[in-house]
Nanobody, 119 residues
Framework: QVQLVESGGGLVQAGGSLRLSCAAS????????MAWYRQAPGKQRELVAS???????RYADSMKGRFAISRDNAKNTVYLQMNSLKPDDTAVYYC?????????????WGQGTQVTVSS
């Protein structure tokens, strides 16, 4: 089992910044992908950014240039630096981890952290 604990959400004005953190604990395989997803009210959950254990990253188009994902493998922690925030970024942000070399592929989610951007 794996536990994911997010922190860093909150209320920020448009144009501001926030940094989310997510610490994973439990049975962590070294080959893994960590990611941030978000879900706004009435919308489907969407990928924000992902990062592999080799630090290969992928971003949703709307986040490129504003958000940066990083990780500390020694701490099993992933971060999301969010800059130039917009009201449309308001959502619950979820941390995610998967272990792609295992079958079936284990996937785990955090409980989510609220990010609210005021105009």
């Amino acid at each position: 089992q794996v536990q994911l604990v997010e922190s860093g959400g909150g209320l920020v004005q448009a144009g501001g910044s926030l940094r989310l953190s997510c610490a994973a604990s439990g049975s962590i395989f070294s080959i893994n992908t960590m990611a941030w997803y978000r879900q706004a009210p009435g919308k489907q959950r969407e990928l924000v950014a992902s990062i592999t254990n080799t630090r290969s990253t992928r971003y949703a188009d709307s986040m490129k240039g504003r958000f940066a994902i990083s990780r500390d493998n020694a701490k099993n922690t992933v971060y999301l630096q969010m800059n130039s925030l917009k009201p449309d970024d308001t959502a619950v942000y979820y941390c995610y981890i998967a272990f792609p070399t295992e079958r079936p592929v284990p996937e785990y989610w955090g409980q989510g952290t609220q990010v609210t951007v005021s105009s």
